[in-house]
């Protein structure tokens, strides 16, 4: 008899993996689906198979949810090898391992925490970025020429957690699409030293922590107002069109309404009323 692989019924779920290293998001994904027996999954911010930790993963109506939820600042943790240098900028394509002097701690204190600000980099090549279509990474693998466009990053805070010659540990906050790779050769350069990173765990997205994969309210995560909305509840639970006389907040913008049951993102605009998602079931 054929082992049931996958539920028939639909779960609606949102929770927090941590994923291990040298797995692709796409690969851990898929253990996780067969884990919880569900086809319907998606998940938001990818992490390069090197990277590990926190990935945020919803199943069912929830991973239609990732557009409207606060997820910044990210925080990561990253351990720095000095004299060591990869193609990748992480352990993965090492090229050669070299003595490093030892660094004065204060100066490292210092230079870390100079780190806050704006910063414009070139994303790594061996990266998750999308170059046409592609993973930047795949590309990279096959030798290809990958021409990667300058980006900025925000960082918002950062300290230095050890310093254990040759391996430096600190821990940075964030904007989204920040790459940690191209912010240690930026500390790198202000340290006048080579290296390449060790390990990077990225420990949050926004309010959003690995706790052994527990659900969390959707509700919880949405950065988006509610609105009141004083008509008849079986027009949006049947996705009918409703009028902006019945809600209390008549202004542009998108909102939450809210039943017990249910919720729906609608969006205001021009004094019409139009479902960006209706009734989500909590």
Known sequence: MQK??????????????KKPIFRSSNSYLNEIKRKYKNKKAGFS????????GCLIVAFGQYSKLFNYMSKTPKTYRAVIWLGA???SLDIENMISIENEEKLDLEVIEKEVKNLIG???YYPPKFSAKKINGKRAYDLAREGKDVQMKKSSMRVYNTKLISYNHPFITFESSVSEGSYIRSLAQILLSKLLRKGTLSYLERINEGKFFYENEKDLNPLDYLDLPKNKYFGTKEWLDTGRKISIE??????????????????????I????????????SL
């Open 246 to 267: 019945y809600l209390e907040n008549k202004n542009d913008g998108k909102y939450l309404i809210v039943f017990d049951e249910f919720f729906s993102i609608i969006q």
């Open 45 to 52: 911010g990818t992490l390069d198979p090197f990277a590990c």
């Open 118 to 120: 704006v910063h414009e």
């Open 269 to 280: 605009e021009n004094k019409e009323v139009k479902y960006l998602l209706n009734k989500v």
């Open 4 to 17: 049931k692989l996958y539920n028939k019924e639909p779960l609606n779920k949102l929770f927090v993996v």
């Open 85 to 87: 240098q990869s193609e």
